[in-house]
Nanobody
Framework: QLQLVESGGALVQPGGSLRLSCAAS????????IGWFRQAPGKEREAISC????????NYPDSVKGRFTVSRDNAKNTGYLQMNNLKLEDTANYYC????????????????????WGKGTLVVVSS
């Protein structure tokens, strides 16, 4: 069974940091691009960061550039999203997904190309 499980979501104060994990089971994560997405209440899902099979990474919204970093540890079959200087507007459910290539997964906000979705982890930024 192909599965992705996110973890690391929490309640954090503005300015804090979190590292989200995306653990894969049932398949070799190294063969797939990893995408991180988020969806806040009442808003559409948006792509946050994607990392290709070769390790090339891209952050999508201007609002996370310089604050979020995507990475992967193929030996651990796990992807990561390091989030620093968190802001109130970062509050959302965060999901990871995999695809054979970063596109069209990331440009389509996950509407196309995704092979497996995780169930998400909740990040709440609040004072």
């Amino acid at each position: 069974q192909l599965q992705l499980v996110e973890s690391g979501g929490a309640l954090v104060q503005p300015g804090g940091s979190l590292r989200l994990s995306c653990a894969a089971s049932g398949f070799r994560l190294e063969l797939y691009a990893i995408g991180w997405f988020r969806q806040a209440p009442g808003k559409e899902r948006e792509a946050i960061s994607c990392v290709s099979v070769t390790g090339d990474s891209t952050n999508y919204p201007d609002s996370v550039k310089g604050r979020f970093t995507v990475s992967r540890d193929n030996a651990k079959n796990t992807g990561y999203l390091q989030m620093n200087n968190l802001k109130l507007e970062d509050t959302a459910n965060y999901y990871c997904a995999v695809a054979t290539t970063s596109q069209p997964m990331c440009n389509s906000r996950g509407d196309y190309g995704v092979r497996v979705w995780g169930k998400g982890t909740l990040v709440v930024v609040s004072s």
